[in-house]
C-alpha cells in the first residue's frame, strides 16, 4: 500500500480525502493528514454564522472525522514544518516524520496584515479561523462604558462578513477600504455606491478611499488613525485585507512558486517535483491563485483522478460570488467588470426600491456575458447559470423588476447550466439524479450530487428543479407516520380511532414523538374526544397544554384569561390586578388585546385559575393550536366613523370559535370601518364593515412572512359572513399540513383563493353540509379546559413540582425587580447557545 | 483492589402515577430528578436541567422515539436527549446526568448517580 500525506486539513483538503476514498476502490492509498488546527475540517465558508451559535459543531463537515476508516490516519493540532524531498519524508512541529509515495499541500492562506504600526497590539485581530471569532468575542464582551465600536481594515467581501459579526456582537462597526468602492473584486462603481448607502443603514460606518496609517493603545481602547485625518476611537481592530497563500513548505523545499506566491503547479495539479501536489487556497494553478472554494474543490477531484488511476485537468472555475450581507443581497458573476473585447453593459440603477442591476452581454446584445445585482440578487443563480448562452429575452427585459430573470424559470435553463457553482453540479446531473436515481427530497439531491452542501445559495434553485420534474415533495409527518397531517385527519375521521396508541399501532412504526403526538393529540381534540388532558392524552400534549399555561424561558408559566374582542368590565380587571398582587404575577398587556400574567409556578395554576374562574374568567388558549383573539376597534358604539358595531361582532366569533383545536394557531380581527383600526387584514380570517354589511378577508399574519389577507367575500349580511367562515375554520382543520397557517394552506392549494371560494361559498365539492355540521358540533362542546381542570382531583394532582414533594416550588426558579415588577433571574446559564 | 460503592435508593412516588410515555420530577438528595415511565416496565431517569435552555423542566417533556431509541424532547426548544445514555440529539457532545431507576413493589425508587 502506498502512503498519501495531506498537509493541512481545511475543506479543500477533506474533499481530497473523501474523493480519493470514493474513488479508490482498489485499496491502493493509505491517507495520513496532518493538520494544524485543533479540529478537523470545518465548513469555514459559513464561519461569520459561528457568531450565532458559538457551537463549533454547527460549522462541522460531515464524516471530517474519518471515524470508522481505517484507512484514513488524521493527527490534528500538529503542523508540518518541513519536507525533506529527497528522503520523501515530512516533519511535523511535534517531531514526528511521516515518509510519503505523495504528498499534497492544502495548507490554504493566511490573512494579510499590512505592515501599520500597532499591528500587533492586544485587540487587534485577524478572521479565519473559530479561534480567531473566539477571542474576538472575549475582548468584545469585556466590561465597558457605552456601546462598544469596532473597525475592520479592508471592505471587501470577508471585511463585510466581518463587520456583520462585530454587529451581531452588539458593536458598532466601522469599515476602512482603500479602494473608492466596498467590495471592489466583485461590484462596479454603481453597484459600490448603492452598495454604500445599503449598509450605512445599518450602523455600519464605511471610510472608503483611505488607509489606516497608525494604531495606538490608549487605556483600555485603540485610536486608529487614517489617512484622511478620520481619527476612531475603537474597542477592538480586526484585519481583513486579503489573504496570502501559505506557500513557505513549498518555498523552503525548493519547490517552484508563483509570480504573487503560492505554489505554482500545471493543470493537473502538480508541483515541479512529481511526487508532490497542491491544491487549494495555496496553490497557484498555472500562476494563478483562487480565494474561493469551487475551484479548490475542482483541484481536489482533479488530483484525487490522478492517484486513483483517472486524468483530469482543472476546469475553468466560476468565480461567481453571492452574498448575503445584513440583509443585502450582492452578487456578482462572470465578466462582472465587462473585460471582454466588445462587451456592453445594460444597467438599472433605482434609487427609490434600493437596487442596482447590471448584465454584461456580447456586442450583439445576443449572448450573457456576467453581471452585478445589489439590494436584489433573486435572479442571481437563473442569470448565473446563462452566463454564455444566448439570452431568453432582450437584456433590458430581463432587468425589469416583475417579470425579470426569475420569470424565465429553471425550465428553460439548458442540460449545461450549472446549478450549483460551489460544487459544479449541472442541471443536467440534478435532473438525472431525480429522475433515474430517484433522489425526491432537498436532502437526498444534497447527498446524492452535492450540489446545495456548501453556501447554500442554490437550495432555492433544488426546490424548484424537484417542482419542475413532478416530484412531490414528502409531506410525511415525522418518522413514525408517513402520512401528511391531512391525511391523518382522515383516517381518524373515518375510522373514529379515539387514542393515539391505536393509530400509531394501526398506521404508525414506533413509539411517537414530539411531532407526531401533538399532531395527532390535535386532531383527536377538534374531532371532540373530550378533555385534552383526559386519559391517554395527557401524554401527547406539548408542555403548554399539558399545563394550560404557556412556558417561559425559567421554566415558569403564563395566566392568559380570555377577553373576548378586548372588552373587559372595570370589575373583571380589578380581579386580574388582585390575583396578580397576591400570587406576585408580572403584568402585561399583550399584543392581542387581552392580559398575560407572568411568573407562575406549576404549583400556582390551579389556585390562580380557581380565582378566575369564580369571577367568570375562562381558558384563553394562549397555550394551545386554536383561536386566539378577536381583536377589535371600538366601532359604531362610540368611534364618529364606525358603520357597524365591531364589538359586539368580534366578541361573537371569538366565543363561536373558541377552544377550536387547529393545524397552527388561529387570529382573527374585526374593525367597524375601513379605516381598519383592528387590523383586521393581518389576520387569519379579518372582517371590516361596510356601509351595507361585512367584508371577509382571508389568509393574513403578521409574524416572520407577514401578509395581508385577501378580499373573499364583500358585503354580506353577518349570518352568510359566520356561516362562511365556519367553512373556511373546518376546511383549514380539515386539509392543512402541521404548523401551517391559513396563509401559506391557500397559497400550496391548487387553484388559490378561487378554488377556496368554489369550495365554500360555491359547494363545488359538495362538503359543506358536512362542514357545517362539523361546527355546530363544535360549537356546542365547548367546555371550558381549565373549569374542567379544577373539578376533576386526577387532573389537578399533575399540578406540582415535584412529584415527592407536593406543594414545594421549583427552587430554581427566582425572580428579580425591574421597572416596580419581578422578572426571572437566569439561574443555570444554558450549555447550548442559540 | 475492588472499591465497592454503595448505591443508595430514595422512593418517589407509586408507579401508578406515571403513566406510559410520561415523565414527572422528584427531588432527591437536593437534586431535580426527571423519572421517566416509557412503557411496561421500562423506566429511565435523567437530571430534571436541560443545558440547552437553563431550565429545570426536562420532566414535562414528551416521550417517544428517535430511530427506535427512546427520547425525551425538551419542552423549551425541543432538544432530545436519549434516555438510556442522557445524550443530546441536536448537539453533539451535549448530555445530561442519567440516575438509576427501579420499581420495588410498586413503588418507583431513584439510585444515587
Ligand atoms: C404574549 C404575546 C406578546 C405580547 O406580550 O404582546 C405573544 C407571545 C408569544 N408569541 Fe406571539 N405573542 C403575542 C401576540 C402576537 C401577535 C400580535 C397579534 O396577535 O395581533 C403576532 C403577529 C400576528 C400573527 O400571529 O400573525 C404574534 C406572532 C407570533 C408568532 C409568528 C406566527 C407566524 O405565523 O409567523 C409566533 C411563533 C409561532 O407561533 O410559531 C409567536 C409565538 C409566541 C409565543 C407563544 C412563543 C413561545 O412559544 O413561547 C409567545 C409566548 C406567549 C406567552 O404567553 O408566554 N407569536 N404574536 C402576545 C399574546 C397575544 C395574546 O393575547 O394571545
Ligand atoms: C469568513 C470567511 C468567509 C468566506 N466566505 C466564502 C464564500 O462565501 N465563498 C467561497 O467560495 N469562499 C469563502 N471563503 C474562502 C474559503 O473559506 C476558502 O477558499 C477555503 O476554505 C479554502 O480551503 P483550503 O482548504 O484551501 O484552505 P483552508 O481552509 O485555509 O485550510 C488550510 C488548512 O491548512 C492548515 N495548515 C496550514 N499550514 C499547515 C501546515 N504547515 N501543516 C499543517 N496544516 C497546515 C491551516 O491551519 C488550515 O486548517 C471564506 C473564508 C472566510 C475566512
Ligand atoms: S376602524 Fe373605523 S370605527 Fe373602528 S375605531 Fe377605526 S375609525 Fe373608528
Ligand atoms: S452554489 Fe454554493 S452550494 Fe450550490
Known amino acids: 500500500m502506498r502512503t498519501l500525506v495531506v498537509a493541512g486539513h481545511g475543506m479543500v483538503a477533506h474533499r481530497l480525502v473523501e474523493a480519493v476514498r470514493a474513488a479508490d476502490t482498489a485499496g491502493r492509498w493509505r491517507i495520513v493528514v496532518l493538520a494544524e488546527e485543533p479540529r478537523p475540517a470545518y465548513d469555514r465558508v459559513a464561519l461569520t454564522s459561528y457568531v450565532d451559535t458559538w457551537d463549533p459543531a454547527a460549522l462541522a463537515l460531515p464524516g471530517s472525522d474519518y471515524a470508522g476508516d481505517d484507512a484514513v490516519e488524521l493527527r490534528l493540532g500538529d503542523a508540518v514544518t518541513s519536507v525533506d524531498r529527497a ?15 505523495a504528498l499534497v499541500l492544502a495548507t490554504g492562506s493566511r490573512p494579510f496584515v499590512p505592515p501599520v504600526p500597532g499591528r500587533d497590539l492586544p485587540g487587534v485581530f485577524v478572521y479565519r479561523t473559530i479561534e480567531d471569532l473566539d477571542a474576538i468575542r472575549e475582548a468584545a464582551s469585556r466590561p465597558g462604558r457605552g456601546r462598544r465600536s469596532a473597525m475592520v481594515i479592508g471592505g471587501g467581501l470577508l471585511g463585510l462578513e466581518a463587520a456583520k459579526a462585530l454587529r451581531d456582537m452588539g458593536l458598532s462597526p466601522h469599515v476602512v477600504e482603500m479602494a473608492p468602492r466596498l467590495m471592489p473584486l466583485q461590484v462596479d462603481e454603481g453597484g459600490g455606491a448603492l452598495l454604500r448607502r445599503l449598509i450605512a443603514q445599518l450602523d455600519v460606518t464605511v471610510h472608503t478611499g483611505t488607509s489606516t496609517d497608525v494604531i495606538e493603545a490608549d487605556g483600555s481602547r485603540l485610536l486608529a488613525r487614517l489617512g484622511n485625518g478620520t481619527e476612531l476611537d475603537v474597542d477592538l481592530v480586526v484585519f481583513s485585507a486579503g489573504v496570502r497563500p501559505r506557500d513557505d513548505l513549498a518555498r523552503e523545499s525548493g519547490l517552484e512558486v508563483g ?28 500562476d494563478r491563485v483562487y480565494g474561493i472554494v469551487a475551484p479548490g474543490y475542482a483541484m481536489a477531484e482533479v488530483v484525487a483522478a490522478g492517484l486513483t488511476g483517472g486524468s483530469a485537468t482543472f476546469p475553468l472555475p466560476d468565480t461567481s460570488t453571492k452574498l448575503k450581507l445584513m440583509g443585502v443581497d450582492v452578487a456578482s458573476f462572470g465578466d462582472a467588470h465587462a473585460a471582454t473585447e466588445g462587451a456592453l453593459e445594460v444597467a438599472v440603477n433605482d434609487a427609490v426600491t434600493g437596487t442596482y442591476k447590471k448584465l454584461v452581454v456580447t456586442d450583439d446584445g445576443k449572448t450573457l456575458l456576467g453581471g452585478v445585482l445589489v439590494g436584489d440578487a433573486a435572479e442571481y443563480n437563473t442569470l448565473r447559470a446563462l452566463v454564455g448562452r444566448p439570452l431568453p429575452a432582450e437584456p433590458g427585459a430581463l432587468l425589469a423588476p416583475a417579470g425579470g430573470a426569475a420569470s424565465v424559470g429553471v425550465e428553460a435553463l439548458p442540460d449545461e447550466a450549472q446549478i450549483c457553482s460551489c460544487n459544479g453540479v449541472s442541471k443536467g446531473a440534478l435532473t438525472r439524479a431525480i429522475t433515474s436515481d430517484g433522489c425526491d427530497s432537498v436532502g437526498k439531491l444534497k447527498a446524492c450530487t452535492r450540489a446545495g452542501t456548501s453556501c447554500g445559495s442554490c437550495v432555492p434553485m433544488l426546490t424548484k428543479l424537484l417542482n419542475a420534474c413532478g416530484v412531490e415533495q414528502s409531506k410525511a ?57 383526559g386519559g391517554e392524552q395527557v401524554t401527547l400534549q406539548d408542555t403548554n397544554d399539558k399545563f394550560l399555561a404557556n412556558i417561559q424561558r425559567n421554566g415558569s408559566y403564563s395566566v392568559v384569561p380570555r377577553i373576548p374582542g378586548g372588552e373587559i368590565t372595570p370589575e373583571k380587571l380589578l380581579v386580574i390586578a388582585q390575583v396578580a398582587v397576591d400570587f406576585g404575577l408580572y403584568t402585561k398587556i399583550t399584543g392581542g388585546q387581552r392580559i398575560d400574567l407572568f411568573g407562575a409556578t406549576v404549583d ?27 381583536k377589535s376597534c371600538v366601532g359604531s358604539t362610540w368611534c364618529r366613523y364606525g358603520v357597524q358595531d365591531s364589538v359586539a361582532l368580534a366578541i361573537e366569533l371569538e366565543l363561536r370559535y373558541r377552544g377550536l383545536r387547529s393545524p397552527h394557531k388561529i387570529k382573527s380581527g374585526v374593525s367597524g370601518c375601513a379605516r381598519e383600526c383592528a387590523e383586521a387584514r393581518s389576520k387569519d380570517f379579518g372582517v371590516i364593515a361596510t356601509e351595507h354589511g361585512w367584508n371577509l378577508y382571508v389568509g393574513g399574519n403578521g409574524g416572520a412572512t407577514p401578509r395581508h389577507a385577501e378580499l373573499l367575500l364583500s358585503d354580506v349580511d353577518t349570518e352568510t359572513l359566520i356561516r362562511t367562515i365556519d367553512r373556511f375554520l373546518m376546511f383549514y382543520v380539515r386539509t392543512a399540513d402541521r404548523l401551517q397557517r391559513t396563509a401559506p394552506w391557500i397559497e400550496e392549494m391548487e387553484g388559490g383563493l378561487d378554488h377556496l371560494r368554489a369550495v365554500i361559498v360555491d359547494d363545488s365539492l359538495g362538503i359543506c353540509e358536512d362542514l357545517d355540521a362539523a361546527m355546530a358540533k363544535h360549537v356546542e362542546g365547548y367546555t371550558d379546559e381549565w373549569r374542567g381542570v379544577l373539578e376533576d382531583p386526577e387532573k389537578l394532582a399533575r399540578f406540582s413540582s415535584f412529584v415527592n414533594a407536593p406543594g414545594t416550588p421549583d427552587p430554581s426558579i427566582s425572580f428579580r425587580e425591574e421597572r416596580a415588577q419581578k422578572v426571572p433571574v437566569m439561574l443555570g446559564v444554558p450549555e447550548v447557545r442559540r | 483492589m475492588t472499591v465497592s460503592i454503595e448505591r443508595t435508593w430514595t422512593a418517589v412516588c407509586p408507579a401508578s402515577a406515571v403513566p406510559e410515555f410520561s415523565g414527572v420530577a422528584a427531588l ?40 427506535g431509541v427512546p427520547v425525551v424532547a425538551s419542552p423549551v426548544y425541543k432538544d432530545r436527549f436519549e434516555l438510556t445514555t442522557g445524550r443530546c440529539l441536536e448537539h453533539e457532545g451535549v448530555s445530561v446526568a442519567v440516575y438509576s431507576v427501579r420499581v420495588r413493589s410498586g413503588v418507583v425508587e431513584v439510585g444515587s448517580p
Open chain 1, 87 to 101: 528522503a520523501k519524508t515530512v516533519t511535523t512541529a511535534s517531531g514526528y516524520t511521516q515518509s510519503y509515495d
Open chain 1, 259 to 286: 509570480g504573487r506566491g503560492g505554489v505554482l503547479v500545471d493543470s493537473a495539479c502538480r508541483t515541479s517535483d512529481p511526487a508532490v501536489y497542491a491544491i487549494g487556497e495555496c496553490a497557484a494553478v498555472e
Open chain 1, 477 to 533: 409527518l415525522c418518522e413514525h407516520f408517513g402520512q401528511s397531517r391531512a391525511e391523518m385527519f382522515e383516517i381518524i375521521r373515518a375510522t373514529r380511532m379515539t387514542t393515539f396508541s391505536e393509530v400509531i399501532t394501526r398506521y404508525g412504526t414506533g413509539t411517537g414523538c414530539a411531532v407526531c403526538k401533538p399532531a395527532v393529540a390535535s386532531i383527536l381534540a377538534t374531532l371532540g374526544n373530550g378533555h385534552i388532558l
Open chain 1, 604 to 630: 400556582q395554576l390551579p389556585e390562580i385559575w380557581r380565582r378566575l374562574v369564580d369571577a367568570g374568567f375562562e381558558s384563553g388558549h394562549a397555550y394551545g393550536k386554536a383561536l386566539r383573539t378577536v
Open chain 2, 28 to 67: 432527591v438528595d437536593g437534586e431535580q430528578v426527571a423519572v421517566f415511565h416509557v412503557d411496561g416496565d421500562n423506566w429511565h431517569a435523567l437530571s430534571n436541567w436541560d443545558p440547552c435552555s437553563g431550565a429545570a423542566v426536562l420532566s414535562r417533556g414528551i416521550v417517544g422515539d428517535a430511530g
